[in-house]
């Protein structure tokens, strides 16, 4: 084991003696030490809950024969961080979670990992130090928070953030606004719809690195509790199958993450986050092409929150993620070993889809396409990305012309003093991995502007947005505009043209055009201190998932 190289042979009884200071006794040191990372902390939703699971996680590890020691990581809750500086830390701290992890499982030498995460940055960021470990590791995610209620409906945070917007145009009062932010988010959980955190957690299961049924049993649900307490004694026995990340998270079991994904119509963060996690790994590919090519394939069969008024709650109760890949199991990778130690056909064998209202046939699917669309052209030569899945029908192909903000603050300024009209297409630039620093979501305009009820405006970006954004909003454009990206070289006016059918983002400038005018930008600078500056100089674009490369 490795652990052995800490409790081992007569040179390591300091390292014994500072174990024994822990309550490890003679018959401890010869059981596999497991490490818990765990993500708790009381000031995010969800992981209010984690310090229970934690406990039940340790007694499946003890009844199993292994050794728990639990350690700590950070977590950042995207909606409070939202629309000020803070959020330029939330994907950033992606790669502060993996190097964390990374480092307690090193320094100490631990056989075996379980993650026990929630949230959107910090499940990529924990599957990231597995991939880069590679050591036995199994995840638990935290699971969904129950919707809210209000005047008999159900609520989730979206409603709250366009509420804002809503309030702003005069749709609501202010009396409104106050019930539905008191109602909205009414426990522990990843925020109840589809957004990124719960995508995640979708996409961790069907790569085969939790257990099945993980990712939609919800936060306060006690079949959580007894997930944890399973995957605590599954881990000792991976530690002695030997069974590592890499043979579990392979490109076929990404391509079925990506399936599930589109087929879900899950957030477009997903695509900075799978690419980050891949690039751990050896012998595995995943670009956003791939995402692109399997959104033609696969259809979307499920629309949940931001896409409907269906909730985590109702994917849950029609089957979960088993149900989903076993409508998909013609078109993915059924061979696939997971954590269980069984082939993903083993694990979905007998699952069932409770409600085909909710989970789709193949045959009568919501789009004939998955939920993700990659657009090119010259505004976007390396890519962008939208959440087709939540578009409207008529909003799928559309030109309009160009308002153009250098900043987030600007654009939301710019929305709430009426300076925003239809048939325009809002541009906001300079917010990307490294120009932002640190790729802010632009949920507040896109909320805004959905609040405020616009039915003929587009957003692009350089920057991203929550899982929880609807509407024609283009993210992650690269290059992006402090790479002297063609996002650039937009000035007020200019006729901006989106084709999502045919996967195009174009402005009406020819080459020459762009370059004429990229030769005269000048950037603002954003002068940042810290653990920002360092990022902002070694983040890679998002197309390549915004990982740090030196």
Not at 351 to 361: G, M, S, W, Y
Not at 425 to 439: A, F, H, L, Q, T
Not at 503 to 510: M, T
């Amino acid at each position: 084991m490795r652990s052995d190289e800490i409790k081992k042979g007569f040179e390591r009884a300091p390292h014994r003696s500072l174990l024994r200071a822990c309550g490890l006794t003679d018959e401890d040191f010869k059981k596999p030490f497991i490490g818990i990372a765990n993500s708790y902390t009381n000031i995010v939703p969800g992981h209010l809950h984690l310090k229970s699971l934690a406990e039940a996680v340790k007694a499946g590890v003890n009844q199993a024969g292994g050794i728990p020691f639990e350690f700590h990581t950070m977590a950042i809750c995207d909606g409070i961080a939202m629309n000020h500086d803070g959020m330029r830390y939330s994907l950033a701290s992606r790669e502060i979670i993996a190097d964390t992890v990374e480092s307690m499982i090193q320094a100490h030498r631990l056989d075996g990992l379980i993650l026990l995460s929630s949230c959107d940055k910090i499940v990529p960021g924990m599957l990231m130090a597995a991939a880069r470990l590679n050591i036995p590791s199994i995840a638990v995610t935290g699971g969904p928070m129950l919707p809210g209620e209000c005047q008999g409906k159900n609520v989730d945070l979206i409603n709250v953030y366009e509420g804002v917007g809503a309030l702003k145009e005069g749709r609501i009062s202010p009396k409104d606004l106050e019930e539905l932010e008191k109602c909205a988010c009414p426990g522990p959980g990843s925020c109840a719809g589809l957004f990124t955190a719960n995508s995640m957690a979708c996409l961790t299961e069907a790569i085969g690195m939790s257990l099945p049924g993980c990712a939609t049993v919800h936060a306060i649900d006690s079949k959580k509790l007894q997930i944890a307490r399973l995957s605590g004694a599954r881990i000792v026995e991976m530690v002695k199958e030997d069974l590592r990340p890499a043979d579990i998270m392979t490109q076929e079991a990404f391509e079925n993450a990506i399936a599930v994904d589109v087929a879900l119509g899950g957030s477009t963060n997903t695509t900075l986050h799978l690419p980050a996690i891949a690039a751990e790994l050896d012998n595995v590919d995943v670009n956003l092409d791939l995402f692109d090519e399997l959104s033609k394939k696969i259809p979307h069969i499920a629309a949940i929150s931001p896409a409907s008024e269906n909730h985590m709650i109702d994917l849950e109760r029609a089957g979960g993620i088993p149900a989903v890949l076993k409508v998909l199991e013609e078109r993915i990778n059924l061979n696939v070993i997971t954590c269980t130690g069984k082939t993903l056909k083993e694990n979905i064998k007998n699952a069932k889809v409770k409600d085909p209202n909710i989970i789709r046939p193949l045959d009568d699917p919501i789009h004939k396409q998955g939920g993700i669309a990659v657009l090119k052209g010259n505004l976007a030569p390396r890519g962008s990305v939208v959440k087709q899945a939540a578009v409207k029908d008529d909003m799928l192909t559309y030109s309009g012309t160009a308002k153009v903000f250098n900043s987030e603050e600007e654009c939301v300024k710019a929305i709430f003093d009426g300076e925003i009209e239809e048939g325009c297409v809002i541009v906001i630039r300079y917010e990307g991995p490294k120009g932002g620093p640190g790729m802010r979501e632009m949920l507040n305009p896109t909320s805004a502007i959905a609040g405020m009820g616009f039915e003929k405006v587009a957003l692009i970006t350089d920057g991203r947005f929550s899982g929880g954004t609807r509407g024609p909003c283009i993210g992650h454009i690269s290059p992006e505009a402090a790479e002297g990206g063609p996002i650039a070289a937009l000035e007020d006016g200019d006729i901006i043209e989106i084709n999502i059918p045919k996967r195009r983002l174009n402005v009406k400038l020819s080459d020459d055009e762009i370059k004429e005018r990229l030769a005269k930008v000048e950037q603002p600078t954003r002068k940042v201190k810290g653990w920002l500056r360092r990022y902002q100089k070694l983040a890679t674009s998002a197309d390549k998932g915004a990982i740090l490369r030196s």
